[in-house]
Antibody, heavy 124, light 106 residues
Framework: EVKLVESGGGLVQPGRSLKLSCAASGFSFNDYWMGWVRQAPGKGLEWIGEINQDSSTINYTPSLKDKFTISRDNAQNTLYLQMSKLGSEDTAIYYC?????????????????WGQGASVTVSS | DTVLTQSPALAVSPGERVTISCRASESVSTLMHWYQQKPGQQPTLLIYLASNLESGVPARFSGSGSGTDFTLTIDPVEADDTATYYCQQSWNDPLTFGSGTKLEIK
């Protein structure tokens, strides 16, 4: 069973940094592109970015590129999201997701498994 | 960025057919995908590449469209389908989501 479990969320002061983790199990993590999506309270989904299998390609939505850094550790089956200079607008649930791979083709941008999310609140 | 426009809300009765639309501000070819998000839960993939049903998703769900106009159809609707439905495109960078359509079952 594919399982993605986010951790590291919580209350953080404006201007500070926070690093989220996403522990993956039940599939061959190092074969998959992975991504992050967030959802502000009562709002829709916002794509943050994605990373390929060996971390040689990392794509971000432009508005977050200078604040957020996506990385991964294939030996630990873990995806990370480093967030800096946090503001109230970054208050959200942060989801990690795997990109659909049917064993032959990668379906870029199609997120077929999601974690339960990590809640981040930015407030003084 | 590619803007995806969805109607905000719909209300239907069980057994009816419902269509949820998504219009893109520019062509996304067939790289349009649909997700269901029930209250308090993470999203789940329903349809990918406009019309392909994700494994395990009931055949009551179907998708169609290409270019700028896409549709998610649920037929027949069941009470458990109460959720918000999001379209998402992956043809243009950055990937973008629609604002979601909240489906209420009367």
């Amino acid at each position: 069973e594919v399982k993605l479990v986010e951790s590291g969320g919580g209350l953080v002061q404006p201007g500070r940094s926070l690093k989220l983790s996403c522990a993956a199990s039940g599939f061959s993590f190092n074969d998959y592109w992975m991504g992050w999506v967030r959802q502000a309270p009562g709002k829709g989904l916002e794509w943050i970015g994605e990373i390929n299998q060996d971390s040689s390609t990392i794509n971000y939505t432009p508005s977050l590129k200078d604040k957020f850094t996506i990385s991964r550790d294939n030996a630990q089956n873990t995806l990370y999201l480093q967030m800096s200079k946090l503001g109230s607008e970054d208050t959200a649930i942060y989801y990690c997701a795997s990109v659909y791979y049917d064993g032959t083709y990668y379906y870029e941008g199609v997120m077929d498994a999601w974690g339960q999310g990590a809640s981040v609140t930015v407030s003084s | 960025d590619t803007v995806l426009t969805q109607s905000p809300a719909l209300a239907v009765s069980p057994g009816e057919r419902v269509t949820i639309s998504c219009r893109a501000s520019e062509s996304v070819s067939t790289l349009m995908h649909w997700y269901q998000q029930k209250p308090g839960q993470q999203p789940t993939l329903l349809i990918y590449l406009a019309s392909n049903l994700e494994s395990g998703v009931p055949a009551r769900f179907s998708g169609s469209g290409s270019g700028t106009d896409f549709t998610l159809t649920i037929d027949p609707v069941e009470a458990d389908d109460t959720a918000t439905y999001y379209c998402q495109q992956s043809w243009n960078d950055p990937l973008t989501f629609g604002s979601g359509t909240k489906l209420e079952i009367k």
